[in-house]
Every structure is written in C-alpha cells, then in structure tokens.
C-alpha cells in the first residue's frame, strides 16, 4: 500500500509539473506578443491573433520572437 500512495503522488506531481511549465511558456509567448503591441488595443488583439498563427504554423520558440516583429511590423492600424 505504501508504494501504491507513492507511485500516485509521484505520478501528480510530474503531472503537476509538466501542467505548470505548458502553462509558463504560455504566459511568456503572450506578454512577448503584446510587448510588440504597447498599448494600442487594436495591435493587441491583431498580435495575439498573430501569436495564435505562429502556434498553428508551429514556429519554433528560437525564431518565435522575430517572428513576431516581423508581424509586428506590418500591422496596419
């Protein structure tokens, strides 16, 4: 029984892990897309729907960030 509850807390909290990393690259993928944006609304919502064809297109991590300002370059307001 005791390797049991250890198996199961060990098997959470990789769980837990893995669940919280996804969710920090997230997090950092967005505030760099709206670091591109400033405070314009319109170039806010116009880089996040570019952030979301970068995750479609599966641009990698190394060349998301000029990516990103090369779309960030060519927003029209």
Known sequence: ??????AITT???LYFHGWL????????D???ALSFAGKDEGKRAFMLD???AARAQKVKR???AAW???QAAEYNA
């Open 1 to 6: 029984m005791d390797y049991f509850i250890i």
């Open 11 to 13: 098997v959470a909290g």
């Open 21 to 28: 990393y996804v969710r920090i690259r997230r997090w950092t």
């Open 30 to 32: 967005r505030d760099l």
């Open 50 to 52: 570019r952030l979301d």
């Open 62 to 64: 190394k060349e998301l």
């Open 68 to 70: 990103l300002e090369r």
